[in-house]
């Protein structure tokens, strides 16, 4: 056996080029790409790993090993990204599902479950719905549910609905297309003549101009989906606006707002007088990451 073309082989060496490149997940990196290379699991990547590639998976682990080196994120090379309890098909134009971001589907669901109409049909709206991940998060647990998804990007709705097919939810859910600052609010209902129990939203809350966000994410992750408008509260603003407008009561509206932002959107949420209480709720790392508001 040519020992330069086991999987050993070949695991090792893109570890160390990853180290020298700085990626911290080095390792994991390469067992990650390698299992979809060569098709196996994480164990059979150990136990099996003086199998050899052949020439096409050879070719395939170099692109791989090669966008990595350049910091593309793994989820971009594989084209999935784990969210809450399924696996998410993403590409570059829509942005990766963070963890954090599960905790919405956590909260409405619980919220959900805490309330009396089980047997209603519910309608969810989710506003940037990128990936669909929240949304078909929300309604895969709960029956019958219905999911509007609204982006202004035409391929980010593409990438959603590829994943309602692939969960089995295309026939609870619809996409529309259209940008939330500017369409009328009650074109929304247009779609479903109903109100909605349930608004989720993870919007753009970037500020152009902020020093804090990873150079990755800036060069790989679509703009359109990271930054608002000077402040990074313009997107949350106009969106709060419309979700409003379209709330049932009782429903529940949660909003992802960036770090330094939760004051400032209670006030948001506040001034709009519809919700009869209003919570802030913390991140994994702490982080007041959730305005929630309940009519
Ligand atoms: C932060 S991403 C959230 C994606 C997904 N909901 C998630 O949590 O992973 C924000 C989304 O808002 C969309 N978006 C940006 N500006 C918009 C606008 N004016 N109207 C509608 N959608 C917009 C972007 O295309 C992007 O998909």
Known sequence: VN????????LSEATLRFQKAGIESA????ELLMR???GLDGISIITKNDMT???DQESKWQNFVMRRLNQEPISYILQKKEFYKHTFFVNPSVLIPRPETELIVEKVLDWWKSQQFTSERVHILDLGCGSGCIGLSVISEIPKALLVGVDVSQKALEVARVNAENLGLLNRSSFVEASIDEVDAKGFLKVHDDKFRIVVSNPPYIAPDDPTVDEAV????PSLALFAGPTGFERIEAWLSSAVQVLHRPGICIFEVGIHQSPRVKEVFQSHKIFHKIEVLKDLSGIERFVIGYT
């Open 3 to 10: 020992l330069k073309n086991t999987i050993k082989f070949y």
């Open 27 to 30: 390792r994991i990196d390469a």
């Open 36 to 38: 979809d290379v060569a």
């Open 53 to 55: 590639l052949s020439a």
């Open 218 to 221: 800036k060069k790989f992750e």
